[in-house]
């Protein structure tokens, strides 16, 4: 899987640096493709993260077979 980052992502990377592209990816590959609620072609992806336990959210958008673009990611709790 090949990350691809927005400009936001590129901002908030550098204050979520416990955030790194091995938990997006994980995130990415054991959630259900869930709608975005204000863009139509974004997704959302919710899972635990295992070695800690907490929520985290990513959105993000495929760009084709392998290309995901990361929009954000935060934790929920």
Do not use: P
């Given at each position: 899987m090949e990350l691809e980052y927005s400009?936001?992502?590129q901002k908030k990377?550098?204050?979520r640096s416990d955030i790194t592209?091995?938990?997006i990816e994980y995130v990415i590959e054991n959630s259900a493709?869930?709608?975005?609620?204000y863009w139509i072609d974004a997704l959302?992806?919710?899972t635990r993260v295992p070695p800690?336990?907490?929520?985290l959210k990513v959105i993000y958008k495929r760009l084709e077979n392998n290309r995901i673009k990361v929009?954000?990611?935060f934790w929920l709790d």
């Open positions: 400009g936001h992502w990377k550098k204050y592209n091995e938990v493709e869930l709608t975005d609620k959302n992806a919710i800690k336990g907490r929520l929009i954000t990611a």
